[in-house]
């Protein structure tokens, strides 16, 4: 029998016991929204997780410092250090040049300093931090009272939260007024007192106050990386701290070795580039130029694993619904065979072949799959939409910013449809092969 | 005239069934040739194996021994999937109880053995009407069996026998669950079918004085054997 003509009958017979087979079609489809819902709750979370990672910059992120130990020379063991010749300074040059390889996005060093604030005439200390511009979409200033800073150079800052309770008990009234930092610029020599200085590498270090205007508390500093000092509570934006040109923790040790110049160098430089499967490649080529490297690619590689276990797991609770389908759509079939007996009988009499009374059960149960694949995929979708509205109304009265812990990816519909229908059609092989097999003298004599 | 090859040979046909420890011989040793062209009457009371001598010719139940040749080939020897295709479009059946799909209307119940058949759709619409149309039904076409008589559901059945332009028709009983004034106009429209060239027509009843009237030849089983074989008239 043709195709169409099959399909045809098929439809046919399936309207005839309409209720049942409508049932049976359910159950496929609870077994179905069951693995669609429980696999979009995995790959929502998996989503999740990724992209606040993502977005926090520690997988994407490579961070870079000089090869000359840090300890001084003669410190660690010797077989890990570099050899002199390749050792080389983290300065503006090499941070220009990291800048210009493939697939970097941004490179920014660490301004982390500690110095004292003044505050409705009080001093307070406090560790004053440079944020890059990418951090605003690190996940950590969402649902920040107050905003990011407006401009990458504006003379604004972000207070940590208990901070800035110590500025005042009721921090909503500290956005909008103004704070003075006082701090210690870093002067070269050299620049002001020509070669003979330059060579002898000092500086001189300058008091100094600036005004910024606080726009913002934030719970926590994001992630800023490593090799910071105690994490900021003060977040000014990063230009702005790199022009304060504040003496920092290592400009002594960069005098003591010697190395200093007019530009700046740095303890560490922070290297984003575009994705996390880069960070390998990337790491390679610094550490080519001469510098020593660290990811957390490790780390996501682990989380990785995690969610594929998770989402496996996932996928076989909620198959189980769908086995019971299975048994659903063989006894429906098996029944329907018996209801049909003296119909196959007839059909097999007016030279209907095993195999056209085969297809016939065939395209009936792979008809059930698909109706129920399409309406499990639509139902599993709308279980994952009520938790994730469940979850956003729990986190929403936690004063918690909304998430979304459902997705159905497009390859999650179309294998949810095709999982139904491939296991409908493995439940349709028994009772297909038992009505081909059926006798029709005894089909036609059964009343 | 030239003498045609007959449209059926039976030769030395055997049909047992095994019931637990006896062995059932439905059809013993029977041989038998029917003419093309020919109406033959299959008589005998009910146990006397002559629905399943049709069903062996019918090609719906294989012979435990012997051969049935019908239109030169032999039934017996064909694979599953050759016998379907000879009930298909060799022979047509006909039962007592109709066997119509209740759920279908006479058209597509007609339109049935096209579509085993694999016949295009475009040529469909017009041989259902025309194999109506020669049961006297074309007024139907749109009702359901369950909307119809007796009569004129044996003359649906009549017409998706004739649809696929078989060589012989087998009516098992065609008259077992009518009246006799309708059974005798479906045997007539049988009579009537005959007239076409080459048809031959098996029709297993136990009303010997109808099959007197409309067969050719009559043959009477009993006990799975053939016991007479003679022209009706």
Known sequence: ?447 | MTELPPAIRLESVSRQYTMGESVIWAVNDVSLTVPTGEFLALLGSSGSGKSTLLNLIAGLDRPSSGAVVAQGQDLSKMSPLALARYRRQTVGMVFQSFNLLPRMTLEENVELPLRLAEVDRSERATRVREALQRVGLEKRIGHRPSELSGGEQQRTAIARALVNRPKILLADEPTGNLDSATGEAILALLREIQKNPGMTIVMVTHERALAERFADRLAVMGDGKLLSNGAAR
């Open chain 1, 1 to 447: 029998m043709k195709l169409r003509d099959l399909s045809d009958l098929a439809f046919r017979n399936l309207r005839e016991a309409v209720l049942r087979n409508s049932l049976t079609t359910l159950g496929v489809a609870v077994g179905v929204a069951s693995l669609v819902a429980m696999l979009s709750l995995g790959v929502g979370l998996q989503q999740l997780a990724s992209s606040r990672l993502a977005k926090s910059g520690l997988f994407d992120s490579i961070f870079v410092t000089p090869k000359t130990n840090l300890r001084g020379p003669g410190g660690g063991p010797p077989a890990t250090r570099a050899p002199a010749s390749k050792a080389r300074l983290l300065d503006a040059d090499a941070r220009a040049e990291i800048s210009r390889m493939p697939n970097v996005i941004e490179v920014y060093p660490q301004i982390r300093f500690f110095t004292e604030v003044r505050y409705d005439g009080k001093p307070y200390a406090t560790m004053v931090a440079g944020m890059p511009e990418s951090s605003k979409s690190s996940g950590a200033f969402d649902g920040m009272q107050g905003h990011f800073f407006s401009s990458p150079d504006a003379d604004e800052t972000i207070l940590q939260a208990e901070f800035a309770k110590e500025l005042s008990p009721q921090t909503s009234s500290l956005l909008g007024k103004d704070l003075i930092l006082r701090y210690a610029e870093r002067q070269s020599l050299a620049a002001q007192a020509g070669d003979a200085a330059a060579n002898s590498g000092g500086f001189s270090v300058v008091p100094k106050e600036k005004h910024f205007l606080i726009i913002g508390v934030v719970e926590t500093e994001p992630a800023s990386g490593f090799g910071g000092f105690g994490s900021g509570r003060l977040l000014i934006p990063l230009p702005i701290a790199e022009t304060l040109r504040a003496a920092q923790v290592n400009d002594l040790r960069d005098i003591l070795r010697g190395s200093s110049s007019d530009k700046p160098t740095y303890s560490s430089l922070t290297v984003r580039v575009k994705s996390p499967s880069l960070v390998e490649a990337t790491e390679a080529k610094l550490k080519d130029l001469g510098f020593s490297v660290f990811s957390l690619l490790d780390a996501s590689k682990s989380l990785r694993i995690f969610f594929s276990v998770f989402d496996l797991l996932l996928g076989i609770f909620g198959s189980l619904a769908l086995a019971v389908a299975t048994l659903g759509i063989i006894n429906t079939l098996v029944m329907a065979i018996l209801e049909r007996r003296r119909e196959i009988g007839v059909l097999k009499a007016l030279g209907a072949a095993d195999r056209d009374v085969k297809q016939l059960f065939f395209v009936e149960a792979g008809v059930m799959g698909l109706f129920g694949g399409v309406f499990g995929t639509l139902l599993g979708w709308l279980i994952g939409r009520s938790l994730t509205l469940g979850t956003n109304i729990y986190l929403h009265r936690q004063n918690l910013p909304g998430v979304d812990i459902s997705s159905v990816p497009w390859w999650l519909v179309l294998g949810g449809i095709g999982f139904a229908v491939a296991v409908s059609l493995a439940a349709g092989l028994y009772p297909a092969s038992r009505a081909a097999r059926l006798d029709p003298v005894q089909a036609l004599r059964y009343e």
